[in-house]
């Protein structure tokens, strides 16, 4: 049974940082790729980054610059780092999981899209005001 857990959401004023980490249970972690989707009200869910097999990551433009998606092996636990946080990164975000690598611009990269992702957590809110 595969299970994913999220933790470290909360409440950030703008510039602020917050750690959000997922911990994976229940299937083959390191054969997939794994990423941190958000909704936000009214909105389609969004992908923000994602990482490969071995860890490799990939970033929405949003992320580019202030968020880093980190894989620990040993713990099966998947982190993003939000450093600079924007009023627009209010959100839920999910973590997501036994995804697929897409070819974009001549490159094998991990998908950050909602429909290539198997599993999901139940969703952690960040709040920046």
């Known amino acids: 049974h595969v299970q994913l857990v999220e933790s470290g959401g909360g409440s950030s004023q703008s510039g602020g940082s917050l750690t959000l980490s997922c911990e994976a249970s229940?299937?083959?972690?390191?054969?997939?790729?794994m990423a941190w989707f958000r909704q936000a009200p009214g909105k389609e869910r969004e992908g923000v980054a994602a990482v490969d097999f071995d860890g490799s990551p990939y970033y929405a433009d949003s992320a580019k610059g202030r968020f880093t998606i980190s894989k620990d092996k040993a713990k099966h636990t998947l982190s993003l780092q939000m450093n600079n946080l924007r009023p627009e990164d209010t959100a839920i975000y999910y973590c997501?999981?036994?995804?697929?690598?897409?070819?974009?611009?001549?490159?094998?990269?991990?998908?950050?899209?909602?429909?290539?992702?198997?599993?999901w957590g139940q969703g952690t809110q960040v709040t920046v005001s």
């Open positions: 997501a999981a036994e995804g697929i690598l897409q070819y974009v611009h001549g490159a094998w990269y991990p998908t950050t899209s909602a429909t290539d992702y198997v599993k």
């Open positions: 229940g299937y083959t972690y390191d054969s997939y790729c």
